[in-house]
């Protein structure tokens, strides 16, 4: 990505995993209008969880809303494939994932569609940002949104590495109590609460997922921390998970298998 200089015209892409029909996505397309052009493009119902999953066993279907949003049957990451390759004539020059109704914090980001959509934006050659507010209500959405284009601002002028993106957090304060900003590493969660099985009104069972497990690895350094110290939480997350360190030491009894 080329660096930008200040008020040129940028090609911004949005996605969300909460649904176009979320405040957050609204809240960003709002803030972000300033910098250039923006198109929103996400599923047409909340989900939340979807991760990198693709739809692979119906086609996708894309519909055009009254407020210029596009919706798609499909997941987060079928949102920002389908924008790229077949709506969008121009390429977007950075993708924007949310802002997301809730952390995506420690291990949050396995499971979370917000950041798939963004590791999507990358995959496809684009510098990329999972944006989320550390809660379900709406009330500090608006201090998301600042952080959002304040990010995006400075990632024009300081391109990202071509195999990151960037993930973060915003605590659900107001924006002038946040306390600053601060690179940090992905904390952990213990693991979360056993499922829950119940009966439906026909007396079958069904079963829920429980609640996120608590944290775990939450010290000075981690997303956790910076979050709970009312700061903004920003994390370079590697779309390579190759556990490098460890090639070595599988290679010593991988080599011994005889085939």
Known sequence: MREYKRGEFVNILISNDDGVHAPGIEALYEALLPLGKVTVVAPDRNLSG?????????????????????????????????????????????????VNHGANLGDDTFYSGTVAAA?????????????????????????AAKVARRVVEHIMQHPIPSDQILNVNVPDIAYDEIQGF???????????????????????????????????????????????????????LHIDMTAYNSLETVGNWVEKIEV
């Open 182 to 236: 601060e690179v940090t590493r992905l904390g952990r969660r213990h693991k979360a609460e056993m499922m829950q099985k119940q009966k439906d009104p026909w007396g079958r069972d069904i079963y829920w997922y429980g609640t996120l497990g608590k944290e775990l690895d939450a010290g000075a350094g981690t997303d956790f921390f910076a979050i709970n110290n009312n700061r903004v939480s920003i994390t370079p």
């Open 50 to 98: 979807a991760s990198s999953a693709l739809t692979l066993s119906n086609p996708l279907r894309l519909q055009h809303h009254k407020n210029g949003f596009y919706s798609v049957n499909g997941t987060p990451t079928d949102c920002v494939h389908l924008a790229i390759n077949q709506l969008l004539e121009v390429p977007p020059d950075i993708v924007v994932a949310g």
């Open 119 to 143: 590791a999507e934006g990358r995959h496809l050659g684009l510098p990329a940002v999972a944006m989320s507010l550390t809660s379900r209500q709406e009330d500090n959405m608006p201090t």
